[in-house]
């Protein structure tokens, strides 16, 4: 089992930045590919971000293509998401989870998953 928790989130104005955090306790963090998933009101959660177990190999959804950036300490159990140029339509809860890098992008193949951060960027 794998515990995940998020933090990070806030308001932020059109233009800001913010980190996310996920913090991972339980099995072996390092075992696990990680991504960063979001869910706007009244939409499906979608994929934002992942990265492989080694942190060597990062995948970006387009929407947040030179903006975000997935990164990961292992000898800290823990992911990040720098959240740079934030865009109103970036406003989500904003979802950690670990799985198969080979399916990493499918909600339903994740394994484990945190209770969400808020994000809401004001314009």
């Known amino acids: 089992q794998v515990q995940l928790v998020e933090s990070g989130g806030g308001l932020v104005q059109a233009g800001g930045s913010l980190r996310l955090s996920c913090a991972a306790s339980?099995?072996?963090?390092?075992?696990?590919?990680m991504a960063w998933f979001r869910q706007a009101p009244g939409k499906e959660r979608e994929f934002v971000a992942a990265?492989?177990?080694?942190?060597?190999?990062?995948l970006h959804a387009d929407s947040v293509k030179g903006r975000f950036t997935i990164s990961r300490d292992n000898a800290k159990n823990t992911v990040y998401l720098q959240m740079n140029s934030l865009k109103p339509e970036d406003t989500a809860v904003y979802y950690c989870?670990?799985?198969?890098?080979?399916?990493?992008?499918?909600?339903?193949?994740?394994?484990?998953w945190g209770q969400g951060t808020p994000v809401t960027v004001s314009s």
């Open positions: 989870a670990a799985g198969s890098w080979t399916t990493i992008v499918v909600i339903s193949t994740l394994y484990y």
């Open positions: 339980g099995r072996t963090f390092s075992n696990y590919a």
């Open positions: 990265i492989k177990w080694s942190g060597f190999s990062t």
